[in-house]
T-cell receptor, first 112, second 113 residues
Framework: GQQVMQIPQYQHVQEGEDFTTYCNSS?????IQWYKQRPGGHPVFLIQ?????EVKKQKRLTFQFGEAKKNSSLHITATQTTDVGTYFC????????????FGTGTLLAVQP | KAGVTQTPRYLIKTRGQQVTLSCSPI?????VSWYQQTPGQGLQFLFE???????NKGNFPGRFSGRQFSNSRSEMNVSTLELGDSALYLC????????????FGPGTRLTVT
């Protein structure tokens, strides 16, 4: 079945450093979404990418969708303590099932 | 608009019992999905309902079932509880079209002893 893997599983950075998490799907995706879950909270939608090679920015966050629509990345510039949490990608395979499958997540810890 | 609500928020059950969890989506949202979240397995998809029909199902045993009512509220049921069913169960609603984002509820923390 469809699998969505994320690396790294965990990243510890000093405040002000950059951070990147990568998402890889075993199948081609119709779209990909990114969510953030703060400790003790629930996932909150950040953004959706649909087009091959698409790049979107939200302040210090940059999201990319690969040309083959099988991978994606989230890059945070100059991390802040408020960026702490687990970042999940979630992709739809666009096939018959069209399930939204969540990636394994990357836990970001930011040291002040 | 009010967000997604889930009841109860916390639940302790004994092995072998059954449990029913409830989810009320955002007003106007017709799609409800359920996920199981555990530290080791991450977010695992359980089911997706749209207009009272199960549109998708994850790889969980038949002990896990769900339904959606005409007002879009949804319930999931787990019968014959096992210790491994201890998890955070999250419900998410969306407008229905699969291009839309999902809005998650706070979850129900189920502990099976």
């Amino acid at each position: 079945g469809q699998q969505v893997m994320q690396i790294p599983q965990y990243q510890h950075v000093q405040e002000g450093e950059d951070f990147t998490t990568y998402c890889n799907s075993s199948t081609t995706l119709s779209n990909i979404q990114w969510y953030k879950q703060r400790p003790g909270g629930h996932p909150v939608f950040l953004i959706q990418l649909v087009k091959s090679g698409e790049v979107k920015k939200q302040k210090r966050l940059t999201f990319q969708f690969g040309e083959a629509k099988k991978n994606s990345s989230l890059h945070i510039t100059a991390t802040q303590t408020t960026d702490v949490g687990t970042y999940f990608c979630a992709g739809r395979d666009g096939g018959a099932t069209n399930k939204l499958i969540f990636g394994t997540g990357t836990l970001l810890a930011v040291q002040p | 608009k009010a967000g997604v609500t889930q009841t109860p928020r916390y639940l302790i059950k004994t092995r072998g019992q059954q449990v029913t969890l409830s989810c009320s989506p955002i007003s106007g949202h017709r799609s409800v999905s359920w996920y199981q979240q555990t530290p080791g397995q991450g977010l695992q998809f359980l089911f997706e309902y749209f207009s009272e029909t199960q549109r998708n199902k994850g790889n969980f045993p038949g002990r896990f079932s769900g339904r959606q009512f005409s007002n879009s509220r949804s319930e999931m049921n787990v019968s014959t509880l096992e210790l491994g069913d201890s998890a955070l169960y999250l419900c998410a609603s969306s407008q229905g079209d699969r291009t839309y984002e999902q809005y998650f509820g706070p979850g129900t923390r189920l502990t099976v002893t």
